[in-house]
């Protein structure tokens, strides 16, 4: 292995030494629950590895900078390998000249939006995920923005179903090969709803579509003016927004945190969601929830520049921004709502076995709790097993 490390080495300039580079290696593999079998595929990791870890430290080591790099479960790919699978942004040919043939002659006064907000310390932002080897970021930030929506009209956050997306969607998306927003958008209106997390969860893979219940629907979506960010800055104070970014540059691989002020283009390649803005020592900011897991960037999160003086703002990330109108369905599977009122309906009726309850009085008095809720339905297992309370599923609405 010794002498791999050596070969690995010989064309770099390095101030560590290979026992030096191997241990750092090995301490990162433990960390990642990562392991090379292979001899000859732990010394390629390796060599990418200590290539990645010079970048990292060349680009710190910069005065001015208001980012810093640092290793992260992806330090063991070179950067065309990221790139294969972590994107997945497909825009129809002609969808950003569109966008832009529909600036209006003024822009948008976002004097009234707050100087700051956080929709994640608000509540209104699922925890960090991961789309893996797939390219379905557009899904992502879809249902990001569908949760954010859901979250904003009902005060309820629920995690939606990315894999829904992937299998089902064929209004212009094309599963892990992927996506664009607007079209899933279109896609869940259309078919009356998005299905949870728990109940279509996600696979990193396309497979067969599958039927589930919905529990969140849109009921439309709005583009924002392209090329004004304070548009966007307004349209984040209302909700999570999704946005489009160019991200590939190799500092979007190992951002390990700050303000991202890399100068990059508009040639637009991955999803993300915008979940607030601010300010940070003078430099303005959007924060951004990605979907490369929580070992990546701030937690799984990163502050792209604000405000830099381009339309298109930084990354173009002003470019194709929209977000949904959504509610929560009428169906409620899991976790199941809970009536704490019904210990006390259930000590006022005779004691008797749970299984003979009556159930026409049960239900009667069940709709009157829940102010008149249709299509109750009592899981008799569940009152067997927990006789001290009762559960109730509201396919009507509750």
């Known amino acids: ?4 490390l050596v070969a690995c080495l010989a064309s770099l300039a390095v101030a560590k030494t290979p026992q030096d580079y191997e241990k ?4 990162w593999m433990a960390r990642h629950h990562m392991s090379f079998d292979d001899i000859r595929e732990y010394a390629k990791r390796l060599e990418v590895f200590i290539d990645n870890d010079l970048f990292i430290e060349e680009h710190n080591q910069r005065l001015g900078r208001s980012f810093t790099l640092g290793h992260n479960e992806y330090s063991h790919l070179t950067f065309d390998e990221f790139q294969s699978m972590k994107k997945g942004l497909k825009l129809p040919a002609d969808y950003v000249e569109k966008r832009l043939a529909q600036i209006p002659q003024t822009k948008v006064n976002a004097s ?3 100087d700051s907000i956080d929709w994640v310390t608000k509540g209104g932002v699922t925890p960090v995920k991961n789309q893996g080897q797939c390219g379905s970021c557009w899904a992502f930030s879809t249902t990001g923005s569908v949760e954010g929506a859901v979250f904003v009209s009902s005060g309820k956050l629920v995690s939606l179903s990315e894999q829904e997306l992937v299998d089902c969607d064929e209004n212009g998306d094309q599963g892990c090969n992927g996506g664009l927003m607007d079209h899933a958008f279109q896609w869940i209106e259309e078919q009356g709803g998005l299905c949870s997390e728990e109940d279509y969860a996600y696979k990193a893979a396309a497979g067969v579509c599958r039927s589930c219940n919905a529990v969140a629907k849109v009921t439309g979506f709005q583009d924002v003016d392209a090329n004004d960010e304070g548009a966007l800055k307004l349209a984040v104070a209302q909700q999570p927004v999704s946005v489009a970014i160019e991200a590939d540059q190799r500092e979007f691989q190992l951002y390990r945190s700050g303000v991202f002020n890399l100068t990059c283009g508009t040639a637009l390649d991955h999803g ?5 803005y601010g300010e940070d020592h003078g430099k303005k900011f959007w924060k951004v929830k990605n979907s ?3 070992t990546w960037g701030e937690e799984g999160y990163i502050r792209i520049a604000r405000d830099i003086g381009t339309p298109a703002g930084e990354c173009g990330i002003a470019l194709s921004a929209s977000y949904p109108h959504a509610t929560l369905t009428d169906y409620v599977s899991d976790p199941a709502i809970e009536l704490p009122e019904a210990t006390e309906l259930i000590n006022e009726l005779p004691t008797i076995e749970m299984q003979d309850l009556d159930q026409e009085l049960l239900l009667e008095q069940l709709e009157e709790m829940v102010g008149g809720a249709e299509d109750v339905i009592v899981d008799n ?9 009762v559960y109730a599923y509201f396919p009507g609405g509750y």
Not at 1 to 4: E, G, K, Q
């Open 1 to 4: 292995v010794f002498s791999l």
């Open 24 to 27: 750092q290696f090995e301490e």
């Open 112 to 114: 009234s939006a707050p």
């Open 272 to 276: 993300v969601l915008v979940v607030g």
């Open 292 to 294: 490369w897991g929580e």
């Open 381 to 389: 297992e569940m009152v067997e097993e927990e006789p001290q309370s």
